[in-house]
């Protein structure tokens, strides 16, 4: 590392996992979340695989990040929002590379947030932030028990204040979080941790 680069932050990436009412929720967190932020977002949003989806337009037009449809072999950026396709599983490996996987439903779901959340966990270890948003079911709950085992940090949307609880709940049902946090306060946190000095 030269002397004119910085240092690198206490986190690495940002994974967030929503399904039920998460495109309100997404636009809430992503818009609130400003610009130039040092560190990439990776998005599982539960979509309808028979639609073609304007998902990458909605929030593009909400939030001042870069926000596009993950594409297998690109390189996560900062201050960009990485989407899973529909019906894709969205990995990264440790060298920052996403891919994107056909496998089987988890948990009846493709996209799946265990496995953005696990595969995080796996690349960045304690440098991860993963954040459970509103939606049905328990996607997440595995994923965020991972990232918890690696030393990362783990963000709960309230479930009172979700729109659809399911999710929210089965992440606090499967261990320690580090936050639960209502939906319009979670942004503020998770810029404070990703733009936190190395002491």
């Given at each position: ?89 969205l990995l990264i490996g440790s060298d920052g590379v996403l891919s994107l996987s056909d496998t089987e ?24 932030i993963a954040c459970v948003l509103t939606g049905t079911g328990k996607d997440g709950s595995l994923g ?56």
């Amino acid at each position: 590392m030269t002397a004119d680069q910085p240092e690198p932050g206490p986190y690495a990436i940002v994974a967030v996992a929503s399904s039920a009412g998460g495109i309100q929720g997404l636009t809430t967190l992503l818009g609130a979340l400003g610009p130039d932020l040092p560190v990439p977002v990776l998005v599982v949003q539960h979509l309808d695989p028979r639609h073609r989806t304007v998902i990458a337009d909605v929030l593009g037009r909400r939030t001042a990040l870069a926000v596009k449809l993950a594409e297998a072999g690109e390189r996560a950026r900062p201050g960009t929002v990485h989407i899973a396709p529909p019906d894709r599983h969205l990995l990264i490996g440790s060298d920052g590379v996403l891919s994107l996987s056909d496998t089987e439903l988890v948990h009846f779901v493709r996209p799946s947030a265990d496995l953005l959340f696990e595969s995080a966990a796996g690349a960045y270890g304690h440098r991860t932030i993963a954040c459970v948003l509103t939606g049905t079911g328990k996607d997440g709950s595995l994923g965020t028990e991972a990232v918890k085992s690696r030393g990362g940090t783990v963000i709960v949307q309230d479930p009172d204040t979700a729109e659809h609880s399911g999710m929210p709940t089965a992440a606090l049902g499967a261990g320690p979080v580090d936050f639960v946090l209502p939906l319009e306060e979670i942004a503020a946190v998770i810029r404070g941790l990703v733009e936190a000095k190395r002491h």
